[in-house]
Each structure stands twice: as C-alpha cells, then as structure tokens.
C-alpha cells in the first residue's frame, strides 16, 4: 500500500519525505487555505520538488469546461502533478476530457460505491473513498472502502482506490488489510503509527541499564 500524506504543509512533507512514507501527496482548497496567502501554482510546483509520486491539485470551477481549463494549467505544473475533480456530474464530464487527454485525474469526495462505479467508468487514475467524513454522521467509512475494492476487483478497470479522510491508525491498518492501492493521511495519523508507549518504555530501559553497566 502505497502512502500519500494529506497536507499542503511544505515541513510535513519533508518530514514525510524524509521518514519514506510519501509516495505522493494530496491536496485540497481547505488545506492549501491553511497555508496561508501562498500561491497555488508555485505551491504546488514546491511540493513536487519534495516528492516524485502523484500530487493531487484539485480545480475549483463548478462546470466541466472550467475544470478541463484549470486542470490543463495545473497540468503543466509537473509532470507528476493530478488532477483533482469533484465527483459530480460536470466533476465526472472533466475527468473523461482531460483522461483522453493524458492527464490522470483523482476524482475526490466519493461516498457511494455508485459513484466509484461511474468515476472509473470516466477513466479516473484515482478514486477517494471519504471514510472519516461518513463516520462523522455515523455510517460505515471502511463499509465503503470494502464495497469499492471488492467491485473494482471484477473488472479490468486501472482506477487505485485511494482511502482518504483517513482520522486514526485503524483506518490505516483496514485499509492495508483489504489491499487499497493507497492510503493518504495526515501528519498527525503518520505519528501515530509508530508511536508506541513500550517501544519508548523499552528504549528508556536498555539506555539506563547500558549507562548503569559503566559503558560509554
Ligand atoms: O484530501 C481529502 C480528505 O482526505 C479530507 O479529509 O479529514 O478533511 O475529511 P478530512
């Protein structure tokens, strides 16, 4: 399973980067505004830098011939740079454009298997299962994510399923164990997945009784 991390913050990502759990990177207009005044493009363009593997860029046109306009400016960003459309019907429009134009799209805010059905039939790249979001009004976030890769797995279809709203480490270890493509988190879930009490209880020990046996 691959990592993603799910922030536009520049240190995560070379914190990410530099612990080896970003193999790409997502985005969104609530987390890029988190940035501050910063500008998109060059933003975007900053973060490829950091990382090789797919970076999420997602338009915030409503109609599919502004979302085709943005994605194929935000295409020439990088040559890792994905777009990012809404899974809507002018979202689903946009993604078949610009994937008959070469351009791999990550079709976000799915929250039906249905949806997922229709975003690879549009030639979606990604599809982003919102687990946490379903949760929050207490629905099955990982019910979902199950259903979708259990319907991808009867046809040829290339769309990864990439788990997204993802709040907490079991989020992540489920998804491993139903084989999503990818997973992507923020900072703060990455920390809690090697966080543990006894790997620091036991580090505290072994370095104590070392001191205690006079070795430097
Ligand atoms: O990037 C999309 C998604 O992961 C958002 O997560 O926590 O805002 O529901 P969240």
């Known amino acids: 399973m691959k990592f993603f991390l799910d922030t536009a913050n520049l240190n995560e990502i070379r914190e990410g980067a530099s612990l080896g759990l970003a193999d790409g990177v997502t985005t969104n207009p609530s987390l890029i505004a988190k940035e501050g005044d910063v500008d998109f493009k060059k933003h975007i363009a900053a973060i ?40 809507t019907r002018d979202g689903l429009k946009a993604t078949r454009h610009l994937t008959d134009e070469g ?41 979902l994510l199950q259903n979708i890769i259990e319907i991808y797995q009867n046809y040829p279809w290339k769309t990864e399923v990439l788990a997204a709203s993802l709040r907490h480490p079991v989020h992540v270890i489920e998804a491993a164990r139903m084989g999503a493509d990818i997973a992507t988190m923020p900072f703060k879930v990455i920390d809690q997945l090697f966080n543990h009490p ?13 001191a205690k046996s006079g070795r430097k």
């Open 48 to 87: 490829c830098e950091i990382v090789q593997g797919p970076v999420s860029a997602e338009v915030t046109s409503q109609d599919k011939d502004g979302m085709v306009r943005e994605g194929l400016e935000y295409s020439k960003i990088a040559p890792n740079v994905v777009i990012k459309c809404p899974l």
């Open 103 to 143: 351009i791999r799209v990550n079709v976000t805010l799915c929250f039906s298997p249905a949806q997922a059905i229709v975003a690879a039939k549009a030639g979606a790249a990604f599809i982003s299962p919102f687990l946490g979001r379903l949760d929050d009004i207490g629905e099955n976030g990982l019910l």
């Open 198 to 210: 006894l790997t620091d209880k036991g580090q505290t020990q072994f370095l104590a009784d070392w």
